[in-house]
């Protein structure tokens, strides 16, 4: 008899144990600590921060630089200020191996010549998968002149983005006095130029690229790792910096970027910048719960034509939360306090939040999905008298 009891409660005991086993499963666990200054993972969508460390850290961000050049010279040829097809004569200041300015020694170099020419779509491409120095001081003359004034515009995008502890001094990213970012900005900056301009974002995943008889190779170690889906973005180092990675990888529908700044070795970035990635994907999906357009709820209304108007939300939205959480999200409306005609396609009427877990995660606008005319005259009063009435009620 005793002898089934012990089974009964070792049975018991081995229930629990797989009970809460299966429990402690479903917990998130803490962001890995990384050998890095700062980084940030982010999910590009939702724009969530899944996991920082001194996102905010004022850094030198070495050849990370060169993904604003190639942001601002994509606005130009998106503008129709300058063309892929434009013939650039190359300056003394971009030269690559120019005795008299000697900045370039050492570092990664398209490897153009003086008063050579070649087109922006080469330049680019130099820029991005050579990390041309060269190539970005070629590209910054060529769009404003000089490459004082192209500094301008970097900045004027910098400020337009939000970057707001980003401050540019070159177009390539050799150390400079005042010359900062931060893991925070460099990760909305790489958001930008997915979002921007995706064909030019395609560049950053080729792996070479050969120009004047010279081949070059893309430095991102992790567009060579086959465990991940990295298409991008840009590698950096000065003895200021350290060794930097900016990278996004997809899996499945989600997409991250992860910034990792101020490591002690190209293996130790490359290392670090997997290990984020990985957390990442591992615990956390990226999920999508309303769609744009869509009618959600279509609240009374005053003093129109229709007694009813429809709201949905006017663009996509995403949620980045722990796996397998998407099912517990409940959405919640909150309208505006008095809905009243005219009311104009696109007006905001009220919001939307998700709440997981007794936390909201996410608020958008509500806004009208179509027009809603006043009412004459007679329509009118008889709403304010049933207004009048509504309100005794309250």
Request: aromatic fraction near 8%; glycine fraction near 8%; charged fraction near 25%.
């Amino acid at each position: 008899m005793l002898r089934n009891l012990l089974k009964k409660l070792t049975s018991i005991g081995l229930a629990s144990s797989l009970l809460f086993s299966g429990f402690s499963a479903a917990i998130t666990p803490k962001a890995p600590s990384l050998q890095a200054k700062s980084y940030v993972l982010m999910d590009y969508d939702s724009g969530k921060v899944i996991a920082e460390h001194n996102p905010d850290l004022p850094v030198a961000p070495a050849s990370l630089t060169k993904m604003m050049t190639s942001y601002v010279v994509s606005a130009e040829i998106g503008a129709g200020r300058i063309s892929h097809d434009d013939v650039v004569t190359v300056s003394e200041n971009a030269w690559a191996t120019n005795p008299k300015n000697p900045v370039f020694k050492g570092s990664s170099l398209m490897w153009l010549e003086v008063n050579k020419k070649v087109t922006v779509r080469e330049l680019k491409r130099g820029l991005i998968i050579s990390s041309g120095n060269d190539a970005a001081v070629a590209l910054a003359e060529h769009v404003a002149g000089s490459e004082d004034s192209f500094v301008e515009l970097m900045n004027h995008y910098a400020e337009k983005m939000g970057l707001t502890n980003t401050f540019f001094e070159n177009s390539h990213g050799l150390s400079a006095t005042q010359h900062k970012t931060t893991a925070r900005d460099m990760a909305v900056l790489g958001q930008a130029l997915i979002r921007d301009y995706p064909e030019d974002y395609a560049l950053y995943k080729e792996k070479a690229y050969k120009y004047n008889g010279i081949t070059t190779k893309n430095r991102h170690p992790l567009l060579y790792d086959p465990s991940l889906t990295v298409d991008g973005i840009k590698t950096g180092h000065t003895e200021e910096a350290g060794y930097c990675l900016v990278s996004s990888a997809i899996k499945g529908n989600m997409r991250l970027i992860s910034v990792v700044m101020g490591t002690d070795s190209e293996a130790s970035r490359k290392s670090e910048s997997k290990k984020v990635l990985s957390y990442g994907f591992r615990f956390f999906e990226t999920v999508k719960p309303l769609e744009a357009g869509k009618v959600l709820t279509e609240p009374r209304i005053w003093m129109g034509e229709e007694d009813t108007v429809a709201l949905g939300i006017g663009s996509d939205i995403y949620l980045t939360i722990p796996s397998k959480k998407g099912p517990q999200i409940k959405a919640h409306y909150q309208f505006e306090k008095d809905l009243s005609a005219p009311i104009k396609k696109g007006q905001r009427a009220g919001k939307v939040f998700f709440v997981l877990e007794g936390e909201t995660i996410g608020e958008f606008p509500l806004v009208a999905l179509q027009d809603v005319a006043e009412a004459g005259f007679f329509g009118r009063t008889a709403d304010s008298v049933s207004k009048w009435f509504d309100s005794l009620f309250e």
